[in-house]
């Protein structure tokens, strides 16, 4: 029996490690990696692997996130989370993961969870262990929050969402642009997303999100993209990719 793995972490060296420590074992073929949580999505969407080695906190999105929109996708591989964080671990296992494995990775760690998902192909239960994680991730609710927390300087100061600019992301968070400045926070521009539920808020790029309210003029690009200029920060341009550009017309009637 051969499975197929695909692995996705935004540290390269954290792939090359764990594709040499996989490469132990020839149950298990790498067939592609995957440095954010879109990129990973498209690659289980385009390679469908059996198992996904999937990082938790990605620059982009948290591995949840992913593993959600994985199974929105209609795909069903094993996950097994990474992370170098333990408290990550509780919520790996409430939402029924297979396994997970801890930063840095251990050969021993490793052979175990490897060893369980072999297990669970060979008494073909692996659509049940699945369709667990998928029902944990369809029915879980994110709080509304009605301010976010963010940091200036050491201190840490809470926002209304309407406030907000733009925002864009940085390694492991986001710069937030508010009409008060400019703060950092460690939450993804999707888990920005989910806090903020808000329709006027539109992800114009995989590393952008802005509030609709505060555009000032949008500014037709090459290839069918566009720039955004944002009230307050006129002179910073905010890319709309050709993927969203296309959303973006319906949503002005361009």
């Known amino acids: 029996m051969k499975l197929t793995a695909l692995l996705v972490d935004d540290e390269s060296p954290a792939r090359d490690e764990l594709r040499y420590l996989l490469g132990k ?10 440095s954010s949580g879109e990129e990973a999505i498209e690659n289980v969407i385009e390679l469908n692997p059996d198992v996904v080695f999937l990082d938790i906190k990605l620059w982009d999105m948290d591995g949840f996130e992913v593993a959600r929109r994985i199974f929105e996708k209609g795909k069903t591989p094993i996950i097994i989370f990474a992370t170098a964080y333990d408290e990550y671990a509780v919520k790996a296992f409430e939402i029924n993961a297979v396994d997970y494995i801890l930063k840095p990775f ?17 008494n073909q239960r692996q659509s049940e262990e699945v ?16 301010k976010l927390s963010v940091w200036k300087n050491g201190r840490i100061y809470l926002i209304c969402p309407e406030d907000i600019c733009y925002c864009v992301a940085v390694e492991k968070g986001s710069i937030v642009k508010t009409r008060q400045g400019e703060f950092s926070t460690s939450y993804t521009l999707s888990e920005l997303e989910e806090k903020i539920k808000s329709p006027n808020f539109f992800r114009t790029h995989k590393s952008y999100l802005v509030n609709l309210d505060r555009v000032k ?3 037709p690009w090459f290839n069918g993209t566009f720039i955004l200029s944002i009230q307050g920060y006129e002179k910073d341009e905010v890319p709309v990719s ?9 949503l002005f009637d361009i």
Do not use: H
Not at 131 to 146: D, G, Q, S, V
């Open 25 to 34: 074992y020839p149950e298990i073929n790498v067939i592609g990696e995957a």
């Open 106 to 122: 251990s050969a021993d760690r490793l052979e175990k969870a490897v060893q369980k998902v072999i297990n669970m192909f060979k």
């Open 131 to 146: 369709l667990r994680i998928a029902e944990y991730l369809r029915t879980k609710e994110i709080p509304l929050c009605n």
């Open 217 to 219: 003029e949008i500014i």
């Open 242 to 250: 050709r993927r969203q550009a296309k959303e973006l017309r319906k």
